[in-house]
């Protein structure tokens, strides 16, 4: 995020490439996350509290890398707002009573296995946290649990049971 330029910006959706597979994969494909609602608020935050115009398209969208002239000084910045916001959120975590080792990787676990349980089809998990192997995104998803497995063979024999009949 601390990349995101105005530029990114198109159609009312944010178009990006994920850092962490930016140089891994050969074919990048775009990332893309339309803008909410709760989105456009802290984006019109930053915009409000820094100042910034979206008229340069490239300025960031998010004030953390301005001071920054080099490649080197945004990775090291980068480095350690990641830090910084690591360290805040297991905070957060210890005083609202959730686990260990809650860390942003966690909510990006928890984006797929909620998109898994909407029963969201794979193939747009996948392509919205950037993976370009299936079975990366199958990593992410927990197995099903007894009544789901339960209802899900309910249905098998329901469906059977209408063709028995229609044969009949």
Same mark, same amino acid.
């Given at each position: 995020?601390?990349? %995101?330029?105005?530029?990114?910006?198109?159609?009312?959706?944010?178009? %990006?490439?994920?850092?962490?597979? $930016?140089?891994?994969? #050969?074919? &990048?494909?775009?990332?893309?996350?339309?803008?909410?609602?709760?989105? #456009?608020?802290?984006?019109?935050?930053?915009?409000?509290?820094?100042?910034?115009?979206?008229?340069?398209?490239? $300025?960031?969208?998010?004030?953390?890398?301005?001071?920054?002239?080099?490649?080197?000084?945004?990775?090291?910045? +980068? #480095?350690?707002?990641?830090?910084?916001?690591?360290?805040?959120?297991?905070?957060?975590?210890?005083?609202?009573?959730?686990?260990?080792?809650? +860390?942003?990787?966690?909510?990006?676990? +928890?984006?797929?296995?909620?998109?898994?349980?909407?029963?969201?089809?794979?193939?747009?998990?996948?392509? &919205?946290?950037?993976?370009?192997?299936?079975?990366?995104?199958?990593?992410?998803?927990?197995?099903?649990?007894?009544?789901?497995?339960?209802?899900?063979?309910?249905?098998?024999?329901?469906?059977?049971?209408? $063709?028995?009949?229609?044969?009949?």
């Amino acid at each position: 995020m601390c990349n %995101f330029k105005y530029k990114n910006i198109m159609h009312g959706e944010i178009y %990006f490439i994920r850092q962490k597979t $930016k140089s891994t994969i #050969q074919d &990048q494909k775009d990332i893309v996350v339309p803008i909410l609602e709760t989105i #456009q608020r802290i984006i019109d935050k930053h915009e409000n509290k820094h100042g910034n115009e979206n008229t340069d398209k490239e $300025k960031y969208l998010f004030p953390f890398l301005n001071d920054t002239n080099t490649e080197k000084e945004r990775f090291l910045k +980068s #480095q350690n707002l990641i830090r910084l916001t690591n360290k805040k959120i297991k905070i957060i975590a210890k005083k609202i009573g959730l686990m260990d080792g809650i +860390s942003p990787y966690t909510a990006h676990h +928890s984006y797929a296995t909620i998109l898994a349980k909407l029963r969201v089809p794979e193939s747009f998990i996948a392509e &919205q946290l950037g993976h370009s192997k299936r079975t990366v995104t199958q990593n992410y998803f927990d197995s099903y649990t007894k009544e789901e497995r339960l209802g899900f063979n309910i249905l098998l024999l329901k469906s059977n049971s209408e $063709k028995t009949e229609a044969d009949v």
